[in-house]
């Protein structure tokens, strides 16, 4: 019975079953050979026999998008093959490129590599040719591609012990996979940028798994990975709409556990690079959740001590947020002064060069309800012992608008300033400080003599209650000395001791 069943069965299948093995069993033979001169004498027999369209394997692809795709031998050229097969060959080559090549021994499996450069290179070319049509079964293809491939957790051993950012000057470490991880993020790129992508069929293969994985290459230690990603993910925010919230918040958390836990992360400059240019594109009235990502995330991102490495996009991403909504700058500014390094001069330069370009946009409105609090600070920074925070605090005076708001508040911020300024006169070391500090001294006597006259005398009396608070509590402790150190004669004598009293009950 068994005989009949198969003899009916037609003998083109038996071929076509052989055929299909030999061909997979030679590809995955020359994957994992490390011998170059086997692997192409087996490609070439490959396809001289295999110059027909085969069937693609369900084990690659789902078989609910594969219904009616046929993939041509993934060794042969574009150029050998039929326009209506390019696009097949296209995704046999995607599915030769998901095997994945070892280059932590440069001699291992150096035919498997170069097989795999060549076969990226020539996917680029003919992505950039145009004539690739990103249909579900590519898309699906490229993205497990994609995912095989760049998706890793890199070793402990790259990862610096320090805290990110206090080495800035050490040498950036570079992946030795490079050279196909490159060619594999364009390929990422050309496809989230191509005009005729569907965005509705994309977004369940870029999915939120997807997101996530591609966020934690962010902690690369190779600075050119980390720009592929920064460019890619702006694609992905502009392309797939529907994921943006998501995309926000899982960014959140990134800066959440960077601030509160680890303070170790590479890739926080490049995250809010793109979200500089996200915010740039909020629309006006801000939303709830805009605000929130400010004061929760961005705000706390002054605390951090590697805040030097990405100091300069978030100020950019502030600016941004205040330029959407001028009374965010009050909330802004009481950030930075919750935040203010008290022992980091470094930070401290920085926060002040940031609070200018705060002040540059604030009104005056959300100027008189911070200004104290604010200028209190400024004054402490005036007489800074390091000369650079000195120096840094008397040039804000130089800016046109913040000049302005002094001037118009100078009833409040004078008696402020005015005693910093004194001290520097009198003590501090640095000559440049001091030119500075006479300089806006000649500027107040210009703005308002009055005024300064009237701090300077407030000054004055407040010295003078100070010097008698002191000389008192100086003969309050001399007279305390002399009284402990008092001993008196009778103290030394020795007193008789009276005998007990008679008891009065009779024992």
Known sequence: MLKQILSKLPRKLQKFDSLDSSGIDSRNHTSHSGNGAQCTSIGDSISNRLSVVKRV????????????????????????????????????????CCEVSDFSDPDKTSAEQDLKHQTLVELVNF??????????????????????NLFRVFPPKHRSNRTSGEAEDEEPMFDPSWSNLQLVYDLLLRFISCSSLDAKVAKKYVDHSFILRLLDLFDSEDPRERDCLKTILHRIYGKLMVHRPFLRKAVSNIIYR????????????ELLEIFGSI????????????????????????????????????????????????????????????YWPVTNSQKEFMFISELEEILEMTSMAEFLTIMVPLFRRVAFCINSSHYQVAERAHLLWNNEHIFNLIMHNRQVI???????????????????????????????????EELVLACQRKMEEENSRSSEAAEKRKLA????????????????MILPVKPPAACPVAC
């Open 57 to 96: 394997s369900s084990a690659v692809f789902p078989a609910s998008i594969m219904v009616g795709v046929e993939a041509v031998e993934p060794n042969l050229s574009f150029a050998d093959v039929s326009d209506p097969q390019k696009q097949n060959l296209f995704i046999s080559k995607l599915n030769l």
């Open 127 to 148: 992505v950039n040719s145009g004539s690739a049509k990103f249909n579900e079964p590519a898309i699906a293809a490229m993205c497990k591609m994609c995912a095989i």
């Open 258 to 269: 960077f601030v509160f836990e680890t303070e170790r992360h590479n890739g926080i400059a």
């Open 279 to 338: 915010i740039s594109g909020f629309a006006v009235p801000l939303k709830e959740e805009h605000k929130m990502f400010l004061w929760r995330a961005l705000i706390p991102l002054h605390k951090p001590k590697p805040v030097g490495v990405y100091h300069q996009q978030l100020t950019y991403c502030i600016i941004q947020f205040i330029d959407k909504d001028p009374k965010l700058a009050n909330s802004v500014i009481t950030g930075l002064l919750k």
């Open 414 to 448: 004078f008696p402020l300033i005015f005693p910093a300024l004194e001290r520097n006169s009198g003590n501090h070391w640095n000559q440049a400080v001091l030119n500075l500090t006479q300089s806006i001294k000649k500027m107040f006597c210009e703005m308002d």
């Open 477 to 492: 402790w001399e007279r305390l000395e002399t009284a402990a150190s008092f001993k008196p004669a009778a103290a030394n």
